[in-house]
């Protein structure tokens, strides 16, 4: 099964910004980049999961959660195996551990966010955000 990788987490200040990388690999025979969307998730303190945003690989459709849209950006890099996420404008509640994961392998990935079921991830970059 694909392995994922991220990096790029750290100490911001509030309005600053941070990129995370997410390199996926060890895709099974038969299986491409192409065969998957990728999601970044956080997890904070006490609270459950929020999918930050996903990426379809294919076509580069994208969904961000309301709580960063206009902040984040997610794109990929087909070449690379990557996705990368990049956020401004951080806030203090944006806080967490960022984890990225693969929904796939599909023959077609379901565009509606909510039908995807992601089956592996990362173990996760903390991100810290100062007041």
């Known amino acids: 099964e694909v392995e994922l990788v991220e990096s790029g987490g750290g100490l911001v200040q509030a309005g600053g910004s941070l990129k995370l990388s997410c390199v996926v690999s060890r895709f099974p025979l038969g299986d491409t980049f192409d065969h998957y969307a990728i999601g970044w998730f956080r997890q904070a303190p006490g609270k459950g999961n929020e999918e930050v945003s996903s990426?379809?690989?294919?076509?580069?459709?994208?969904y961000y959660a309301d709580s960063v849209k206009g902040r984040f950006t997610i794109s990929s890099d087909a070449a690379k195996n990557t996705v990368y996420l990049q956020m401004n404008g951080m806030k203090p509640e944006d806080t967490a551990v960022y984890y990225c994961?693969?929904?796939?392998?599909?023959?077609?990935?379901?565009?509606?966010?909510?039908?995807?079921?992601?089956?592996?991830r990362g173990r996760g970059t903390q991100v810290t955000v100062a007041s």
């Open positions: 994961a693969a929904a796939g392998p599909y023959r077609v990935v379901p565009r509606p966010p909510e039908e995807r079921v992601y089956r592996r």
């Open positions: 990426i379809i690989t294919e076509d580069g459709s994208t």
